[in-house]
């Protein structure tokens, strides 16, 4: 049987992810967490979560780059707030889950399940059209979990179909959406020569 | 009080959340106020944004408020909760960082728009509630929805994080609506907590347990049926309860019942496109 290792060397961590998140808007409450676990009791879906939120905020401190960014309770953060609002030390945990999912995706090192697929879906279509089309994302998302909800999936869209609330061959979408594009590739290009 | 307001519906007004644009406009037609819908809008960004681009994101929301506020002086009606975090988010961050700021007007200015952070963003349950008055709606009821028992049921964004719409631990403006249209609102424990969100799609072993946990809550507490202030909310009580093998109980709007109040009937309040229909409590006709 081989030997395995469960705890890490101090030299196998990322020391700089502490200060690397610090540095994200809003970062510097990291510091403020006193560790009571008020964020995990109040989250309504710690019980599911791989890393309570109180142990994610821990992790970042100690430098678990990749514990973290992998973490699979990071997409399971509904961003109900719920522990924003408890934290006696005012840290915005919601908010280090968002920051945490942004450097989960730009590393290449997230947890693959649906949500992320989900979000970058969503990010396009709105890319494409401004606007999302409700029933256009359920379909993408049934055609990608497969058919094993496929008889309950098409049950409820045939019910919101005859009550008018899911037209299949509608996409909602801007009358001019590159008016949205302009403004978000004048945000991407480095600033022009006297523009603040 | 102007009396006219900038509606940001949101994509979701447009989609499954359709009865709640009806019913928004209706009761709002029905009151006398005006509702204006801001020009060729754009995605709130939601959450996944967020997610994703955190500059974008408020990019993305700030655009609204920069074509809203080519009409000085008028607030923002956003009834979909998540869009009205959405832009209250951003305008918050553009308050909080000078440089966000500054990148985000430039990109804005760019494409010929001009942000300066006046317009306000409200949500149309604290626009009925502060602008007209709980007193105000009274005189106003004509059909008053007696021995109808409703669960007021807040949702996250319009209370957390920032208590823009009331109290993030007791909130009460919900129950005033209700209490106004004559109905009585019911106690029970789970008023703001989550509905499952996106997780009923993305994690429905997740997602649909926290659904159910606050179907049984409403129906255990014995309510006529769940009234509801976000679209995202309406939907995950509503159409999953099929799957979850529970009895039904209708969920409705806040504004669909605000409206049979004011005698506005069941079509103009969008109750013939709810999947779960309203039992009239006798002497209750639409």
């Given at each position: 049987?081989?030997?395995?290792?469960?705890?890490?060397?101090?030299?196998?961590?990322?020391?700089?992810?502490?200060?690397?998140?610090?540095?994200?808007?809003?970062?510097?409450?990291?510091?403020?967490c006193?560790?009571?676990?008020?964020?995990?009791?109040?989250?309504?879906?710690?019980?599911?979560?791989?890393?309570?939120?109180?142990?994610?905020?821990g992790?970042?401190?100690?430098?678990?780059?990749?514990?973290v960014?992998?973490?699979?309770?990071?997409?399971?953060?509904?961003s109900?707030?719920?522990?924003?609002?408890?934290?006696?030390?005012?840290?915005?945990?919601?908010?280090?889950?968002?920051?945490?999912?942004?450097?989960?995706?730009?590393?290449?090192?997230?947890?693959?399940s649906?949500?992320?697929?989900?979000?970058?879906?969503f990010?396009?279509?709105?890319h494409?059209?401004?606007?999302?089309t409700?029933?256009?994302?359920?379909?993408?998302?049934a055609?990608?979990?497969g058919?094993?909800?496929?008889?309950?999936l098409?049950?409820?869209?045939?019910?919101?179909?005859?009550?008018?609330?899911?037209?299949p061959?509608?996409?909602?979408?801007?009358?001019?959406?590159?008016?949205?594009?302009?403004?978000?590739?004048?945000?991407k290009?480095?600033?022009r020569?006297?523009?603040? | 009080?102007?009396?006219?307001?900038l509606?940001?519906?949101?994509c979701?007004?447009?989609?499954?959340?359709?009865?709640?644009?009806?019913?928004?406009?209706?009761?709002?037609?029905?009151?006398?106020?005006?509702?204006?819908?801001?020009?060729?809008?754009?995605?709130?960004?939601?959450?996944?944004y967020?997610?994703?681009?955190?500059?974008?994101?408020v990019?993305?929301a700030?655009?609204?408020?920069?074509?809203?506020e080519?009409?000085?002086?008028?607030?923002?009606?956003a009834?979909?909760?998540?869009?009205?975090?959405?832009?209250?988010?951003?305008?918050?961050?553009?308050e909080?960082?000078?440089d966000?700021?500054a990148?985000?007007?430039?990109?804005?200015?760019?494409a010929?728009?001009?942000?300066?952070?006046?317009?306000?963003?409200?949500?149309?349950?604290?626009?009925l509630?502060?602008?007209l008055?709980?007193?105000?709606?009274?005189k106003?009821i004509v059909?008053?929805?007696?021995?109808?028992?409703?669960a007021?049921?807040?949702?996250?964004?319009?209370?957390?994080?920032?208590?823009?719409?009331?109290?993030a631990h007791?909130?009460?403006?919900?129950?005033?609506?209700?209490?106004?249209?004559?109905?009585?609102?019911?106690?029970?424990p789970?008023?703001?907590?989550?509905?499952?969100?996106?997780?009923?799609?993305?994690?429905?072993?997740?997602?649909?347990?926290?659904?159910?946990?606050?179907?049984?809550?409403?129906?255990?507490?014995?309510?006529?049926a769940?009234?509801?202030?976000?679209?995202?909310?309406q939907?995950?009580?509503?159409?999953?309860?099929?799957?979850?093998?529970?009895?039904?109980?209708?969920?409705?709007?806040f504004?669909?019942?605000?409206?049979?109040?004011?005698?506005?009937d069941?079509?103009?309040?969008?109750?013939?496109?709810?999947?779960?229909?309203?039992?009239?409590?006798?002497?209750?006709?639409?």
């Amino acid at each position: 049987m081989d030997a395995v290792r469960t705890v890490k060397y101090e030299e196998e961590l990322d020391a700089g992810f502490a200060s690397e998140v610090a540095a994200l808007p809003g970062g510097a409450r990291l510091w403020d967490c006193i560790q009571c676990g008020t964020c995990s009791a109040t989250c309504p879906v710690s019980l599911y979560m791989d890393r309570t939120p109180r142990q994610i905020i821990g992790l970042i401190r100690a430098g678990f780059r990749d514990e973290v960014l992998r973490s699979r309770s990071i997409w399971i953060c509904t961003s109900c707030y719920a522990c924003t609002v408890e934290c006696p030390a005012q840290v915005p945990i919601t908010d280090f889950m968002f920051a945490l999912k942004r450097l989960a995706l730009q590393d290449e090192r997230y947890h693959r399940s649906l949500i992320p697929w989900v979000e970058r879906t969503f990010v396009k279509m709105v890319h494409a059209n401004g606007r999302l089309t409700e029933s256009r994302m359920g379909m993408k998302i049934a055609l990608r979990t497969g058919p094993r909800h496929w008889m309950s999936l098409a049950a409820m869209a045939w019910r919101l179909f005859r009550r008018g609330r899911l037209r299949p061959f509608h996409t909602e979408r801007m009358r001019d959406p590159e008016s949205l594009r302009a403004v978000l590739r004048a945000l991407k290009a480095p600033p022009r020569e006297g523009v603040a | 009080m102007s009396g006219e307001y900038l509606y940001y519906p949101g994509c979701s007004l447009k989609g499954a959340g359709a009865p709640y644009e009806r019913s928004l406009l209706a009761v709002f037609e029905r009151l006398g106020l005006r509702l204006v819908e801001i020009e060729d809008w754009n995605c709130c960004g939601a959450t996944a944004y967020l997610s994703v681009n955190a500059e974008t994101a408020v990019a993305l929301a700030v655009r609204n408020l920069a074509i809203a506020e080519r009409t000085a002086g008028r607030d923002v009606v956003a009834p979909c909760s998540g869009c009205f975090l959405s832009l209250t988010k951003a305008k918050r961050a553009l308050e909080e960082s000078p440089d966000l700021r500054a990148r985000v007007t430039s990109a804005l200015g760019q494409a010929s728009l001009a942000y300066r952070g006046t317009a306000r963003i409200r949500h149309p349950l604290e626009v009925l509630m502060t602008d007209l008055g709980p007193a105000e709606l009274r005189k106003r009821i004509v059909r008053p929805l007696k021995n109808l028992r409703l669960a007021p049921y807040y949702g996250c964004a319009i209370l957390r994080p920032y208590e823009e719409v009331d109290d993030a631990h007791t909130p009460t403006v919900l129950e005033e609506l209700v209490r106004s249209t004559g109905a009585t609102p019911i106690d029970y424990p789970y008023k703001s907590r989550c509905c499952g969100g996106m997780l009923t799609t993305g994690v429905p072993g997740i997602g649909l347990r926290l659904t159910e946990i606050l179907l049984d809550a409403a129906l255990e507490a014995k309510a006529d049926a769940l009234v509801t202030t976000c679209p995202l909310c309406q939907y995950n009580l509503e159409v999953f309860q099929g799957r979850l093998k529970k009895p039904r109980l209708p969920i409705l709007y806040f504004t669909q019942v605000l409206g049979l109040a004011l005698g506005l009937d069941e079509t103009a309040v969008g109750l013939d496109q709810m999947l779960w229909r309203l039992p009239l409590a006798p002497g209750v006709t639409a």
